[in-house]
């Protein structure tokens, strides 16, 4: 009889699609997590955009990864994130920063149980940074030495690609999202894009010149869910960005991967 599809490489590492006979003849040496939110962007653009760009692009990246026997595991994306800041929009789905902050903690925890040691984070939802960097620190405290948790985005890996490519740089659902989405999911998206959206500056100059941090109350801050000029967009700009971030991501996930463990990674071992 032929080995179970899923134990091949090229189809192993999304752990939804895998049996319990792939999974165990996997062995995975990395544990990758796709975390999006669930929020709405503007008349164009699925309330679930943040999820789709997450679930494609580490999809991409742990095959392209896997085919060079890297054995990375991908969990199923997270579709939730932080968005109190969202209430002014309807059924934009939140969570507590505790909750998140647990979750996380849980699904490490869970991982480092089952003997992964290397862990990733791929977070594509800029309002889950604060809690995820908190949670870093909490796990770094509580595995510090059985295991390496790092995190990474959506465009870690494209240097200064997004800058050359998008011309707005809006922070939500303008070119490059609208770009992106059109490659990844046209399917997901109408058929024509809105014209450009403003998003509103404060009136006190620090805050407008980015001195102080604080919490954008989103419908204040972009009334209309989205900014910048998707009307823009093209699927050709989401290509190049997406095959240059799915590059990068699958080739530090194979040098994870290949890496040996020790107790002081991933730093040199120390040598007595």
Request: net charge negative.
């Amino acid at each position: 009889m032929n080995n179970p599809p899923d134990t091949k490489p090229a189809a192993a590492g999304l752990l939804e699609t895998m049996t319990i006979t792939g999974v165990r003849a996997f062995q995975p040496e990395v544990m990758l997590i796709p975390l999006g939110s669930t929020e709405p962007h503007g008349p164009h653009l699925p309330y679930g955009t943040d999820v789709v760009i997450a679930d494609r692009v580490s999809a991409e990246a742990v095959r392209l990864a896997n085919l060079e026997d890297a054995r990375v595991l991908r969990l199923p994306p997270m579709p939730f994130g932080n968005n109190v800041n969202f209430r002014g929009f309807p059924f934009a789905c939140r969570i507590r920063v505790e909750t998140l902050m647990a979750v996380v903690m849980d699904l490490v925890t869970f991982g480092v149980e089952e003997g992964v040691r290397k862990i990733i984070l791929f977070n594509c939802h800029g309002g889950n940074d604060a809690a995820l960097g908190a949670s870093l620190r909490q796990i770094f405290d509580r595995f510090r030495n059985e295991a390496f948790v790092g995190m990474c985005g959506c465009g870690c890996f494209t240097g200064g690609l997004h800058a050359s490519l998008f011309t707005d740089q809006s922070p939500h659902a303008g070119d490059y999202e609208t770009s992106l989405m059109q490659f990844i999911a046209p399917e997901k998206m109408p058929p024509v894009a809105p014209g450009a959206a403003g998003m509103n500056r404060p009136s006190i100059p620090s805050l407008a010149e980015g001195r102080v941090s604080w919490i954008k109350n989103w419908a204040h801050f972009m009334p209309e869910s989205f900014a910048g000029e998707p009307n823009r967009s093209s699927a050709e700009k989401g290509r190049d960005f997406f095959e240059a971030d799915v590059a990068g991501l699958a080739k530090f996930l194979i040098d994870l991967s290949r890496a040996p463990w020790h107790p002081h990674f991933p730093y040199a071992p120390q040598v007595h």
